[in-house]
């Protein structure tokens, strides 16, 4: 079983403040997606990157996959209340239809 | 939309009992999976389907089985019911095929096992 750690797993920050989001594994992925989930809900997709090196934005958010494919980061800038929740990155090995999520960081935005 | 639809979304068991999760989705995808939650370890894949009539095992399939008989409806069954098996339950579908597929969740179902 391929493990996937993210950390910090606990991140309480003040509005306003940047932050990073790390997803690391010892294995290779064809592909990482980065989903964030609240409290009564399933998760929600955010991106999907392909490219080792690739880097998409959105918003405040920026996603980066590692060179080597196997780890990817989240940045956050200027934190608002409404990106509390826990996120998850998720992996995808390649010929394989199974999705690997990662331990997940449970992120709290203080107004 | 309905998206995927589980039910129910509380249930409490005695140690023992059966009885099954269902999971519906309207979106004709042909892969669709279970996982459950568990704090500080993520979701962790249970069983999962790419298409009718064919099943396969995830990370942590003990003590659970599956089955699909259509494209829309892929039941999770707990045979004889432990309380390690409380946790919250998520049914997942997506597109078959690729490796950039949107995984669609529903809104899970807590179960407790007493």
């Known amino acids: 079983t391929q493990l996937l750690e993210q950390s910090p797993q606990f991140l309480s920050i003040q509005e306003g403040e940047n932050l990073t989001v790390y997803c690391n594994s010892s294995s290779v992925f064809s592909s990482l997606q980065w989903y964030r989930q609240e409290p009564g809900e399933g998760p929600v997709l955010l991106v999907t990157?392909?490219?080792?090196?690739e880097v998409k934005k959105l918003k405040r958010l920026t996603f980066q996959f590692g060179d080597a494919r196997k780890d990817s980061s989240l940045h956050i800038t200027a934190a608002q209340p409404g990106d509390t929740g826990l996120y998850l990155c998720?992996?995808?090995?390649?010929?394989?239809?199974?999705?690997?999520f990662g331990t997940g960081t449970r992120l709290t935005i203080i107004p | 939309n309905a998206g995927v639809t589980q039910t129910p979304k509380f249930q409490v068991l005695k140690t023992g009992q059966s009885m099954t999760l269902q999971c519906a989705q309207d979106?004709?995808?042909?892969?669709m999976s279970w996982y459950r939650q568990d704090p500080g370890m993520g979701l962790r894949l249970i069983h999962y389907?790419?298409?009718?009539?064919?099943?396969d095992q995830g990370e942590v399939p003990n003590g659970y089985n599956v089955s699909r008989s259509t494209t829309e409806d892929f039941p999770l069954r707990l045979l004889s019911a432990a309380p390690s098996q409380t946790s919250v339950y998520f049914c997942a579908s997506r597109y078959q095929g690729g490796n950039t597929g949107e995984l669609f969740f529903g809104e899970g179902s807590r179960l407790t096992v007493l």
């Open positions: 990157v392909v490219t080792g090196g």
């Open positions: 979106m004709n995808h042909e892969y």
């Open positions: 998720a992996g995808r090995n390649f010929g394989n239809e199974k999705l690997t």
């Open positions: 389907s790419v298409g009718a009539g064919i099943t």
